[in-house]
């Protein structure tokens, strides 16, 4: 176990100095030295989101601060805009139908980046959509669609503006104020690289008003309950909290300020290119288009005549290389390869050396070391 190499989508590998915060005697998580802890993390995720406003970490899993998101605003009935061109998409979709709200789906491909000319004609046609719903990065299938354009229609409408950033946040551009977002929210798995087990979210003020008329449905979840007991001094969570996976969210933020956000982002992007590169070069297919594909994570069609088992069952079982499957209608018509949180060339060139010689073993026409060379040639002319 130990020696599997994680190159999936989250969870990522995490840093032996986090794993080591975890070791640390619990306190209590009402004391001062909590609340020191609490607010030191919350101000550097602010940070992070690149937001004025506070942030506030949950525990639980990205989806848990998905759902906080939907559930604070929605009354019965309200309408959202989901856009759906994937997996969380989908989610989005089905947690406003879960609070009774009504999910007006906006499909894309999959495969491809929502159009913002489409959200700006829905909205122009219907004035009853009270916020919209986007993933930024979506994991499924290895698109990152444009929240930066779409935050500039925004500002022209009093929809909220919604955003996941669970699997781009640290390893993408994304300026929550600057880019006119409401309500942001992020998980701890992926480009953060700490455990699973913890989230954020981030709002507006025109985000807090809708909550302050909403009523919400949820009790774990409530925004209200949190930002009175994070505003408290000491700040507080309103309950008990994963105080351990604390501990390590605040030494893997850290460790995102040492490496300073913005030459963490870029390395993302050169992983991202050296392993688009490397599929290019082992003469694969990527299944999104480049001008659409993620940053921290590269989908690529499967070889014609090769299984899923018997390529990522090779790469696992033979090299100790996790890759990612597809899902839905994706499934075993597509791998993926993620390179967010601590992913470096040297990684890279693991996974695909062994990408290489899996392929080879499985009859596919590849020139060994041309992937790989590819990677170095990137890295060295960066």
Same mark, same amino acid.
């Given at each position: ?76 009935? !309200? ?45 122009? !046609? ?37 955003? !996941? ?218």
């Amino acid at each position: 176990m130990d020696d599997m190499l994680l190159m999936i989508p989250g969870p990522t590998s995490v840093a032996p100095r986090v794993l080591k915060a975890m070791s640390k005697n619990i306190v209590n998580h009402r004391s001062a030295i909590f609340g020191e802890i609490l607010k030191e993390s919350s101000e550097m995720m602010a940070d992070v989101f690149k937001t004025d406003n506070p942030a506030y970490i949950l525990t639980g899993s990205g989806t848990a601060a998905m759902e906080a998101a939907m559930a604070n605003i929605l009354n019965r009935d !309200d309408k959202i805009l989901n856009v759906v061109g994937g997996k969380f998409g989908q989610r989005f979709s089905q947690i406003v139908d879960a609070f009774e709200g009504q999910s007006k789906v906006l499909d894309v491909e999959w495969g491809t980046g929502v159009n913002p000319k489409d959200i700006k004609e829905i909205l122009d !046609d219907d004035d009853q959509i009270k916020a919209i719903s986007l993933v930024h990065n979506e994991t499924s299938t290895g698109v990152a669609n444009p929240i930066k354009e779409i935050g500039k229609i925004m500002k022209n409408y009093d929809a909220l503006y919604v955003v !996941d950033t669970v699997s781009s946040l640290a390893g993408d551009d994304v300026e929550v104020d600057k880019y006119g977002i409401d309500i942001c929210v992020t998980g701890s798995q992926k480009c953060i690289a700490a455990p699973p087990g913890m989230a954020a979210i981030t709002l507006s003020e025109d985000a807090w008003k809708v909550v302050e008329n909403t009523e919400s449905k949820t009790y774990y979840l409530n925004l209200k309950k949190i930002r009175k007991s994070g505003n408290s001094n000491p700040p507080e969570t309103p309950y008990t909290p994963s105080v351990s996976l604390m501990y390590a969210m605040n030494e893997a933020l850290k460790i995102i300020m040492e490496e300073g956000l913005d030459n963490r982002i870029l390395r993302h992007k050169l992983a991202a290119k050296a392993t688009r590169n490397a599929i290019n070069a082992l003469g694969l297919e990527l299944f999104p288009d480049e001008d659409v594909s993620s940053t921290t994570v590269t989908a690529v069609r499967m070889p014609e005549g090769i299984s899923d088992k018997q390529l990522r069952g090779t790469m696992r079982n033979k090299y100790n290389v996790e890759l990612a499957g597809g899902q839905d209608h994706l499934k075993g018509n597509i791998f993926r390869i993620g390179h967010m949180g601590n992913t470096t060339q040297t990684e890279l060139i693991t996974a695909i050396s062994s990408l290489e010689m899996t392929m080879y073993e499985l009859g596919l026409d590849v020139e060994l070391g041309s992937g790989v060379a590819s990677i170095q040639k990137t890295y060295l002319n960066q």
